[in-house]
């Protein structure tokens, strides 16, 4: 597997730059760009001693294979992240709070799931390595630099992963529209899990029987149905209400 890839847009490139600079090689910014974000940018490569080069807009485009860049690239090196998923776990001095996505294909989601796991201090983002979307340029812009921030582990067998998560003390909660049990009911101050299906398919079978609890998210209009980013935004904030909850007495 490659060691560098391209990641496009301005929020991905800036949260990379103050977080990790080491780990970008130069930044490709289209030099019809003269706008002040574009101007930020080259400030922040200034000060970071980041290499930027001006280039023109159909270079930017042949890198990242897409027109929705906003006219900027980064060659990057692949973050050190941990090598296994116990490693993190044995570092945690809290609940586990862990993001499971079986089967998630679209970038987009992907990449707003990310998002609300940073916003709401999910410790890692499991998804299985086949059949399912990894962190591409698109997640990472979508992401907004969430994808550098919040561990994500691809896994070879997600029903072992989850059974090792279990055997950890880890509840494992999956979500289901036909679940007895309700969002609102739950007790979620535990080291958790949470377990969200794909777009249209849900969990698969064995993932579903892996699960300690199945939930509910009540729902009072026509729809059936959420977009899993929304669905996981919904969980995990109500998981982080709760610990907050806990916390403050």
Do not use: M
């Given at each position: 597997m490659s060691r560098s890839?391209?990641?496009?847009?301005?929020?991905?490139?800036?949260?990379r730059l103050r977080q990790h600079p080491d780990s970008i090689r130069e930044i490709y910014l289209d030099a019809n760009r003269q706008?002040?974000?574009?101007?930020?940018?080259?400030?922040?490569?200034e000060t970071t001693s980041t290499r930027l080069i001006l280039c023109d807009q159909d270079r930017v485009h042949k890198m990242t294979g897409t027109t929705h860049h906003q006219g900027v690239a980064a060659h990057v090196t692949k973050l050190q992240q941990y090598a296994v998923l116990e490693d993190?776990?044995?570092?945690?001095?809290?609940?586990?709070?862990?993001?499971?996505?079986?089967?998630?294909?679209?970038?987009?989601?992907?990449?707003?799931?990310?998002?609300?796991?940073d916003a709401f201090g999910v410790h890692a983002v499991i998804v299985p390595k086949d059949r399912a979307v990894g962190l591409s340029a698109t997640v990472h812009k979508v992401a907004s630099?969430?994808?550098?921030?919040?561990?994500?582990?691809?896994?070879?067998?997600?029903?072992?992963?989850?059974?090792?998560?279990?055997?950890?003390?880890?509840?494992?909660?999956?979500?289901?529209?036909?679940?007895?049990?309700?969002?609102?009911?739950?007790?979620?101050t535990r080291p958790i899990a949470w377990v969200l299906g794909a777009e249209g398919e849900g969990m698969r079978r064995l993932t579903r029987e892996t699960c300690d609890q199945l939930v509910s998210i009540p729902m009072s209009g026509s729809i059936e149905s959420l977009n899993v980013s929304v669905s996981a935004?919904?969980?995990?904030?109500?998981?982080?209400r709760q610990h907050i909850r806990k916390r403050n007495g």
């Open positions: 890839h391209y990641i496009f847009g301005f929020h991905a490139i800036t949260s706008d002040q974000r574009a101007r930020d940018l080259i400030n922040l490569a993190l776990l044995d570092g945690l001095t809290e609940p586990a709070f862990l993001l499971v996505l079986d089967g998630v294909k679209d970038p987009h989601n992907l990449g707003a799931c990310l998002r609300v796991a630099g969430a994808a550098d921030t919040v561990p994500f582990f691809a896994v070879t067998n997600l029903a072992r992963t989850l059974r090792e998560l279990k055997e950890a003390g880890i509840w494992i909660v999956g979500t289901a529209a036909d679940a007895s049990d309700t969002l609102a009911a739950v007790t979620l935004g919904i969980c995990l904030f109500e998981t982080y």
